[in-house]
């Protein structure tokens, strides 16, 4: 079963929330700066006061993500392990910033993409490890898992492939609908 007071449910989905905040005011501010559809959301850290913005989206999620993990009980430790790992992969990639567009990868690029790498598996998998316990979050994780899969192989696509950051979007998108709908779950199983 999985328990939580209420207080730490109102801390985890205020915490989703408030997360949500900081990446959108970067997606409003930079229009036509950036493209949604071709730029990658780590770019906003290019963009003025992106880097302070991005690390506050980043860092939340990451905070709330571990906090959905510890309240999880009764269910399997690897799906817990999973969201910690995708918490750690987001501050790894907050701390090592990527790279301008075009402009050779450093070191913090190399880190910061292999820790994205990470992250974006880790969360769809448990998802999908937890849907086999709650088959209400399957869709939802199958989502998950088919648009990390499209980001990922965007980045090794021959050529280059224009819609990266599109891809990356749905793929933020069905991560959050995950992180909100365990969230949620835990409220109805605890009412």
Known sequence: MLEVGAERRRWVVGGLV???????YLHVVSAGQLSPISDVV???V???SGAGFLAATSLSLAAVSVSLAVNLRGVRRSAQWLIGIWSAGLTVSTIFPTDPTGAPTSVSGYVHRYAGAVMFVALPAAGLLLARQFPALLGIAITASVSSAAFLVSHVSPGGFEARGLTERVLFASLYGLLF???????RRTS
């Not at 408030?18 to 959108?24: C, N, T």
């Not at 709908?181 to 409220?187: E, Y």
């Open 18 to 24: 408030f997360s949500l905040v900081p990446i959108l």
């Open 42 to 44: 780590s770019d906003y």
């Open 46 to 48: 290019f963009v003025d």
């Open 181 to 187: 709908a365990i969230a949620a779950l835990q409220v």
